[in-house]
């Protein structure tokens, strides 16, 4: 049994590496009463979608560019061209790029930000909201104590507030969401650091959840040790690829493992990531 698998199983998890038709096959033939989230494998960048039942689904952030493309097709079914919610944590490219792309292929019900814009020049930014709203797609800015329901889920934003919003610091106001299904519970972190972590802390906000997606990519300005033993995750989730930022540090690699999570995965290294709920366990799939 590799090191990995030894960890996962006594935390009630089970991983199976899947070859690509299988896990085409797993990932679009999901129960419709099913909730389900993916970690899309998008390079160096966050894509997060997850499905809940009645075939909805959630998309926070796209990645820097058309790879969100592939790597969603991979998880709706062939038949599928609609996304219900889209959400851009923040304007940085590697978080709303591959919208761009997605509205060629897919119609969306509404698109969500934080209100703030990308630094100045940004023609790419500029670009995607003239064809959100040449799309006629609601776009709406919501921040920290919005909350999203459907049904028994709930996407509730908990950052950021008017203070972060106003940061020169563009990874101070990424929208932070904690995503409740009947199945699972995920903590969504953007690029936020510490300083958000810290208030999110020291504020007593509820931060549990079975799955944390790690802050900034693995960044050392994120993942503090107060706010891993805050959300103590069984599954922390890393949005990763080729980088000049040293992304994940060994010092939030030390740190995740300090906190004893019982899985750590990366896209890097596993590709496209889901976790389904079944027979009240979570498994976890990976591409590779």
């Known amino acids: 049994m590799n090191r990995l698998a030894r960890y996962i199983l006594p935390a009630f998890f089970t991983l199976i590496v899947l070859n690509a038709f299988v896990w085409h096959t797993l990932v679009t033939g ?17 894509a997060t979608l997850i499905r809940l039942p009645g075939d ?37 490219r590697d978080h709303y790029g591959g919208f761009a792309d997605l509205l060629r292929h897919y119609r969306f019900g509404a698109i969500i930000s934080n209100g703030r814009n990308a630094e100045s020049g940004s ?3 500029n670009s995607l909201l003239k064809k959100i709203g040449e799309a006629d797609i609601p776009f ?50 953007a690029d936020t650091g510490t300083r958000v972590e810290e208030f999110l802390v020291r504020a007593g906000t509820p931060l549990h959840a079975d799955i944390l997606k790690v802050g900034h990519h693995g960044s050392k300005y994120s ?8 959300v103590h995750p069984l599954a922390a989730l890393i949005g990763v690829g080729r980088n000049s930022y040293g992304h994940p540090t060994k010092e939030t ?14 896209t890097d290294e596993r590709g496209t990531i889901s976790i389904v709920p079944e027979g009240g366990k979570l498994k976890i799939y990976t591409e590779r």
């Open 253 to 266: 690699l030390a740190r995740l493992d300090a906190t004893a999570i019982p899985a750590t995965l990366r």
């Open 140 to 189: 709406v800015v919501l921040g920290g104590g919005a909350r999203i329901r459907y049904r028994d889920s709930a996407v509730e934003f908990l950052a950021p507030d008017g203070a972060f919003l106003k940061s020169k610091e563009l990874n101070d106001t990424g929208l932070v969401s904690l995503v409740r299904t009947s199945g699972f519970s995920a903590l969504l972190t």
């Open 56 to 92: 909805v689904s959630v998309l926070t952030d796209a990645g820097p560019d058309r790879s969100a493309v592939a790597a969603i097709s991979a998880v709706l079914p062939a038949a599928r061209h609609y996304i219900d919610v889209g959400i851009i944590t923040h304007p940085q």
């Open 30 to 46: 999901l129960p419709a009463e099913t909730s389900s989230l993916h970690f899309l494998d998008v390079g160096q960048g966050d």
């Open 223 to 230: 993942s503090g040790k107060s706010f891993l033993q805050a």
């Open 123 to 125: 023609e790419a930014w």
